[in-house]
């Protein structure tokens, strides 16, 4: 995964892979962006459970993509999502 390869020392990371893993990711933003619209935050599935999942770990591992900057209506449903209960209590701690 992306996250073992930025833990190698700097000179060996494979730069090509690593590129083509943060476009995946770029591009499966981009998918959710545009179905923001329909995600709920009031009564969750499967589809949301899944993004708001994925969306935090990206905010816990990858906060250098910040994935918000170019994505309003998923970062809207996700500030919301992330107030869940079962969001904040399963929430990493904050960096210190």
Do not use: C
Request: glycine share 6%.
């Amino acid at each position: 995964t992306t996250l073992f390869e930025k833990r190698r020392p700097e000179g060996i990371h494979y730069t090509p892979w690593l590129d083509r893993q943060a476009a995946a990711i770029q591009r499966a933003l981009d998918a959710l962006n545009t179905e923001a619209g329909f995600l709920s935050a009031d009564k969750p599935g499967v589809a949301e459970v899944t993004a708001g999942a994925a969306l935090g770990y990206l905010d816990f591992r990858m906060p250098y993509l910040e994935w918000r900057k170019a994505r309003a209506p998923l970062g809207d449903w996700y500030t919301q999502f992330a107030q869940r209960p079962s969001m904040v209590r399963t929430a990493p701690p904050a960096a210190a």
